[in-house]
């Protein structure tokens, strides 16, 4: 019996899982396809390199600090409301991007 609500348990968390990684993968095509490509493979205003290029930490350190840096600019506009757990899920997604 035990066993059979740990494996229930593991397939909620997977289906859970797969779940935001759809919902980031659809939030990062409608906000950020435009500049960094369907794949996060296009270098953005000649300065942000391909985002598959870069680890997942990488992601989330560049996402916080141009969102916390504030400004005017594409890339803090697009970034001024994303929550930190919106930020781990959209790098988690770009990281299923990688060829």
Known sequence: MKLRMLMLCGLVAASA?????EDYGRQFQRDCSSCHGRKADK???????PL??????????G???IRDAGGNS???????????????GLA????????
């Open 52 to 61: 598959i290029t870069l680890t997942e930490q990488q992601a989330v350190d």
């Open 63 to 65: 996402m916080t600090k």
């Open 17 to 21: 899982s797969v779940a935001a990684t």
């Open 43 to 49: 270098t953005a205003f000649n300065k942000a390199p």
């Open 74 to 88: 594409a890339a803090a506009r697009a970034k001024a409301k994303l929550t930190d757990e919106q930020i781990k």
């Open 92 to 99: 988690a997604f770009i990281q299923t991007q990688k060829p």
